[in-house]
């Protein structure tokens, strides 16, 4: 359980390091406010989304194979739910938060998860030379 922890912590600094490169879009987009808060916003939903399959996977082991599936698919629903909530407040406000900050801020999830051998890595350097 604790490589899960370690893993979850490493997925959400790689969102928080690419909601950072993310917000070097700032120099191609008009409304830089707009793009800032919907970049935000979809990192605060990546996050949020990492930390709930994280406990969904921890409740999931907990069950037999039929209702961990239920669980598994009650939590992914949820997370779909979350995500199209944020594309769709970006949507209905477009003034004040991007819809394409919102989903670069969501894919830095995805983003991360393909990182997070490099990231694990390089913390782990981080680490050792402190000791």
């Given at each position: 359980?604790?490589?899960?922890?370690?893993?979850?912590?490493?997925?959400?600094?790689?969102v928080?390091?690419?909601?950072?490169?993310f917000l070097t879009g700032n120099i191609f987009v008009s409304n830089r406010i707009a793009y800032t808060l919907g970049i935000l916003l979809g990192?605060?939903?990546?996050?949020?989304?990492?930390?709930h399959m994280h406990h969904s996977l921890e409740q999931a082991m907990l069950y037999d194979a039929e209702n961990a599936t239920k669980k598994m698919q009650k939590g992914t629903f949820l997370r779909l739910l979350l995500m199209v909530a944020a594309l769709a407040a970006?949507?209905?406000?477009?003034?004040?938060i991007s819809?394409?900050?919102?989903?670069?801020?969501?894919?830095?999830l995805k983003?991360?998860?393909y990182l997070q051998p490099l990231t694990?890595?390089?913390l782990q350097n981080f680490i050792n030379k402190g000791r």
């Open positions: 359980m604790q490589e899960a922890k370690q893993t979850l912590y490493e997925l959400i600094i790689g928080a390091l690419c909601g950072i490169l990192c605060i939903i990546a996050g949020v989304m990492s930390v970006a949507l209905l406000l477009p003034q004040w819809v394409i900050g919102v989903a670069l801020g969501v894919l830095s983003f991360s998860a694990h890595k390089v």
